[in-house]
């Protein structure tokens, strides 16, 4: 398999259920990104992790707990979510070392939280 | 810092005419840019990207698109829309971050393909 996989495709959770989003990457890549994406919204990064080390946490409410074992893997934890976290969470990966490395995307897991 | 501003939220062309899609950009640096699409329950992929070299750059499915420095643009361009082409477009700055990319990204422009 190639590219970046992500499951489960779509997750419907009460607002007390723990659930947990993975992603894999088949690139060889180094680093690895959460984004958020919400309707009429900009893609809102969430999280990165370089070489298994986060770097980026974008003010991100600790009911979303992220990690990532290996280069390959990247988890989001997701515990007492609320209804405006309904959204597209996309995982995406690159070469790092250079803005001019592409992001490479999952195609996402589509959450709904009742 | 920077920023993308994609004019028009919605572009809505004939099956055969030219698309257009605007972007415009601010940065701090000399910018890496981006085109991304995304087709309905499907994550981004990239169109096309501008590093440095020439300005006018050519990406996937006869999309193209102009660095224009002066104007602070890189408007995505197609001569002969195809119903296709029917999807979501973002543009994106990227600022390297010695081991990852920064991208900021527009609020994308969804486009509209009319037999």
């Known amino acids: 398999e190639t590219g970046v996989t992500q499951t489960p495709r779509h997750l419907v959770m009460g607002m007390t259920n723990k659930k947990s989003l993975k992603c894999e990457q088949h690139l060889g890549h180094n680093a690895m990104y959460w984004y958020k994406q919400s309707a009429k919204k900009p893609l809102e990064l969430m999280f990165v992790?370089?070489?298994?080390?986060?770097?980026e946490n974008n003010s991100v409410p600790s009911r979303f707990s992220p990690e990532c074992p290996n280069s390959s893997h990247l988890f989001l934890h997701l515990h007492t979510l609320q209804p405006e976290d309904s959204a597209l969470y996309l995982c995406?990966?690159?070469?790092?070392?250079?803005?001019?490395?592409?992001?490479?995307f999952g195609n996402g897991t589509r959450l709904t939280v009742t | 810092a920077q920023s993308v501003t994609q004019l028009g939220s919605h572009v809505s062309v004939s099956e055969g005419a030219l698309v257009l899609l605007r972007c415009n950009y601010s940065?701090?640096?000399?910018?890496?840019l981006f085109w991304y699409v995304q087709y309905p329950n499907q994550g981004l992929q990239l169109l096309l990207k501008?590093?440095?070299?020439?300005?006018l750059v050519k990406g996937i499915n006869g999309f193209e698109a102009e660095f224009k420095k002066s104007e602070t643009s890189f408007h995505l361009t197609k001569p002969s829309a195809h119903m296709s082409d029917a999807a979501e477009y973002f543009c994106a700055v990227s600022l390297p971050r010695g081991g990852y990319q920064k991208v900021t990204f527009g609020t994308g422009t969804k486009l509209q393909v009319i037999p």
């Open positions: 995406a990966s690159s070469q790092g070392g250079g803005g001019a490395s592409p992001l490479h």
């Open positions: 992790y370089s070489l298994e080390e986060r770097v």
């Open positions: 940065s701090s640096v000399p910018p890496y």
């Open positions: 501008y590093t440095t070299g020439a300005t």
